[in-house]
């Protein structure tokens, strides 16, 4: 069998298995359940849920950290049960965790970069090369002698970012990496994350609960109980506002006011995604 | 403000000794203290204390910083020559009320402190030149003949080089765990030592469940990023020896062997 998608997953089921402390199971617990997606190559995917929706699980599954008990997943044509593919699969596919401080290794930036190169065998002048170019790439070049204790959260997200760039993955899977931001670093760590989409053409997979940054997604994915429930462009899925509020995810402010004006009468279409929209909308309305 | 803890001494100028390998400098350190104790008259402590001044010299750090080290060995300094003073048996030069100080008691007292006191300096001197990273470098590089008898030196240096870069992080939360507790009433500052020993059991056990959920999540980070032991690994900074290294090497040899020339054999 043989797959063209950056990352592919056929049926898969990932159960937790709860044991008491003599080792006998407990209960099981489906964390994800029967789901199929396919990415294709230099998309920006949006992996939407809230709290126990399976998402983050998911995410560890493209990285081959954890296997599925049913089903399989395939990144980059490689199955990643397969003990011979497993270094590959994790060069090929970075991942960027929520806690920027328990992600980074190193105790200057430069040295917490060079790590993925230094672990893959890369030759040292080379991995000084993919250091201060993956730096630059994230905007975080002028900082590469200091500590990175020294760093807000946002710069630490991006310096991971460039640790994991400097790896020259095909796709970059985040796992909530604004999570425990403030909205400035947030804006930084999304920009960068398009910027490499836009320029270099990773494939991204976003994971977030935060609505504002699906909106540039070429498709997303909405998880509900280790269940895709719905999937699509962020337009046909914020034109839901009612499903996706049962489901317990908000929608971008403008959205639901431009859901809300609708509902009372105005000859809005659904599915607004951003400021300009509504108002070239109501300008049209009222002209 | 716990950000900027600096771990060890490290002391930053711009000078030849900062800029030798790690390896040199351990060994060097190691090599000073056996001249310690090779050299056994005074001479020999005189070549050591020429040494010193080199070193210090060399490594353009105020003597003043150097010295603010001995303030915490003062007291073991003062016992161990107050011992040697008062308990060495021989022949009493003054008395007073029940304590004889003899005068091989005080000859041994001068040569405890020396050595004490050069033993401590030579080693700051170490750590004040060289920053923990480039000391866990040099270590594991100096172990790696024990490889074969299968110590885990690589692992060693990646779990003292890990343990540096969370020590700050686990003293930030240890801040706010405390900050969180005093909120809701907790005293750390009044009562006997006993009490306020008891009163951080209950800042440890957060702490400790935090510093393992933080190890979990590092692991699979550094999974993720290829992390497979040091079999394969290549390194961003390698350590090579220059030319400087090799001189440091000859006059470190120069040293011991004046010191055991003159220290034990002329004399």
């Given at each position: 069998m043989n797959k063209k998608e950056m990352i592919s997953t056929d049926n898969l089921t990932f159960e937790y298995i709860r044991r008491d402390e003599e080792g006998n199971v407990e209960g099981i617990t489906t964390a994800i359940d029967n789901v199929s997606l396919d990415v294709q190559k230099g998309q920006f995917i949006a992996i939407l849920g809230h709290n126990g929706s399976g998402k983050s699980t998911l995410a560890k599954h493209f990285n081959a950290l954890l296997f599925p008990t049913e089903g399989s997943v395939w990144?980059?044509?490689m199955n990643t049960e397969d003990d011979s593919h497993l270094w590959n699969i994790r060069q090929e596919a970075g991942m960027i965790f929520q806690n920027p401080d328990n992600q980074i290794i190193g105790q200057v930036v430069e040295e917490d970069v060079g790590f993925g190169p230094e672990n893959m065998g890369v030759p040292t002048k080379e991995i000084w090369e993919r250091v201060e170019e993956s730096l630059k790439a994230v905007g975080m070049y002028e900082f590469r002698k200091k500590s990175p204790n020294h760093l807000s959260g946002g710069q630490k997200q991006r310096v991971s970012i460039a640790g994991v760039i400097a790896m020259h993955p095909k796709c970059i899977i985040m796992d909530e990496p604004t999570a425990m931001l403030d909205p400035n670093g947030r804006k930084d760590v999304i920009r960068a994350a398009r910027a490499l989409n836009d320029v270099e053409g990773?494939?991204?997979?976003l994971i977030t609960h935060y609505m504002e940054e699906v909106v540039y997604a070429d498709k997303v994915f909405v998880m509900d109980k280790g269940h895709?429930?719905?999937?699509?462009?962020?337009?046909?899925?914020?034109?839901q506002v009612d499903k996706l509020q049962e489901l317990?995810?908000?929608?971008p402010q403008v959205t639901l006011l431009a859901h809300e004006l609708r509902k009372s009468g105005l000859a809005i279409p659904e599915g607004i995604l951003t400021r300009e929209e509504l108002v070239d909308e109501l300008k049209k309305i009222y002209r | 403000m716990l950000r900027d803890i600096t771990l060890g001494q490290y002391y930053q100028t711009d000078s030849i000794i900062h800029k030798l390998d790690p390896r040199v400098k351990i060994v060097t350190t190691l090599m000073f203290i056996v001249s310690l104790f090779i050299v056994d008259n005074f001479i020999g402590y005189i070549i050591a204390a020429l040494f010193l001044i080199m070193e210090i010299k060399l490594s353009k750090v105020p003597v003043k910083f150097i010295f603010k080290g001995m303030k915490s060995i003062f007291f073991l300094l003062m016992i161990t020559m107050l011992f040697n003073l008062f308990l060495t048996p021989g022949e009493a030069i003054i008395q007073i009320w029940k304590l004889t100080i003899t005068r091989e008691g005080l000859i041994l007292a001068i040569r405890m402190g020396i050595r004490l006191i050069f033993l401590i300096t030579g080693s700051s001197i170490m750590t004040l030149t060289t920053t923990p990273n480039n000391l866990t470098d040099g270590l594991e590089?100096?172990?790696?003949?024990?490889?074969?008898v299968h110590v885990p030196v690589h692992e060693i240096s990646m779990m003292m080089s890990i343990a540096l870069r969370f020590i700050p992080i686990l003293l930030e939360e240890t801040d706010k765990i405390m900050k969180a507790q005093i909120a809701r009433g907790a005293d750390f500052e009044s009562g006997s030592i006993m009490k306020r020993a008891k009163a951080?059991?209950?800042?440890l056990v957060p702490l400790f469940i935090s510093a393992f959920r933080r190890a979990n999540d590092l692991a699979m980070a550094m999974e993720a990023r290829c992390y497979r032991g040091g079999d394969g690994r290549t390194k961003?900074?390698?350590?090579?020896?220059?030319?400087?290294?090799?001189i440091a090497y000859a006059v470190v040899l120069l040293y011991i062997v004046l010191c055991i020339v003159i220290g034990r054999i002329l004399l």
């Open positions: 990144v980059d044509g990773i494939t991204i997979i895709v429930e719905m999937q699509g462009t962020p337009r046909e899925i914020f034109s317990r995810l908000g929608v | 590089k100096l172990m790696n003949p024990l490889k074969k951080l059991v209950p800042l961003m900074k390698p350590l090579i020896y220059q030319k400087r290294d090799y």
